[in-house]
């Protein structure tokens, strides 16, 4: 995982869900890139067309509040989204992208579509490069930041797995 990431944000409500995420009529494949084709597809149409790698999620309370899937964050991940920062999130929903590899940061800050932010997070800071603003937030602990830089809980595992 990149210490420091930069991306133009993508700016969401409180309470979206893993429904709003990925419709549930696509739940019949895992495939990241197969998922991200139709990622926000009632809420956001114009989401897939226009997303781009390392582009940032900016949203409200209770991101990914919904089903207990890992369709949703790998539906993110296929799009190109580098993270994800919320007010909050839902528990199962933060569990399954640490566990896939896709960073998630909680800190309240001010964005719009389009914005250019960049998060940095050894230093634990979000800035919204478009309006000068600085925002801060609570590191992830060294052990979830180093699943994410495996890539996920699997990759995680399978490295330690070869050190014994």
């Keep these: 995982m990149q210490e420091k990431i930069k991306g133009c944000a993508w700016k969401f409500k409180d309470d979206i869900n893993t429904d709003d995420i990925i419709p549930a009529k696509y739940l019949v494949t895992a495939d990241p890139k197969e998922l991200a084709k139709h990622a926000f597809e ?19 309370y209770n991101f990914g509040c919904g089903s207990s899937r890992e369709h949703a964050p790998r539906a ?12 909050s999130f839902a528990r199962i929903f933060f569990r399954n992208s640490i566990n896939i590899g896709l960073p998630l940061v909680e800190c309240d ?3 719009g579509d389009g914005d250019e932010v960049a998060v940095d997070f ?10 000068n603003k600085e925002f801060k937030f609570k590191s992830l602990p060294e052990f979830l930041l180093n699943l994410i830089e495996s890539g996920g809980l699997v990759e995680y595992t ?3 797995l070869l050190k014994i």
């Design 109 to 111: 800050i001010f964005a």
């Design 158 to 160: 399978k490295k330690e």
């Design 42 to 60: 009632n809420t956001r149409p114009e989401f897939a067309k226009n997303v781009k790698p390392g582009d940032i999620i900016a949203a409200g």
């Design 76 to 87: 993110l991940m296929g799009a190109g989204i580098s993270c994800v920062v919320a007010k």
């Design 122 to 131: 050894k230093e634990g800071t979000v800035k919204n490069l478009t309006k």
